[in-house]
């Protein structure tokens, strides 16, 4: 039992070296996603619109 233990043990550590080896020599290129303008635009009003409810100078009713 011991024995097969040590060999899986043993395999896992292989695979994980060769991955790191994998890894080196196929660089893994990320994706960034562009945002739009009108994505800009809305994140900018919310972060407006809480810097007001922060400072306590919101006057929209709903938002408020």
């Known amino acids: ?20 080896v ?5 660089p893994v290129t990320l994706a960034h996603a562009q945002m739009s303008r ?4 809305s ?5 407006s619109d809480l810097h007001k409810i922060a400072r306590g100078t919101c006057v929209n009713d709903k938002i408020c």
């Open 1 to 20: 039992m011991t024995d097969k233990s040590n060999r899986t043990l043993l395999g896992l550590i292989a695979l994980g070296l060769w991955a790191n």
């Open 22 to 26: 994998l890894v080196q020599v196929f």
């Open 38 to 41: 009108q994505a800009e635009a």
């Open 43 to 47: 994140l900018s009003n919310i972060e």
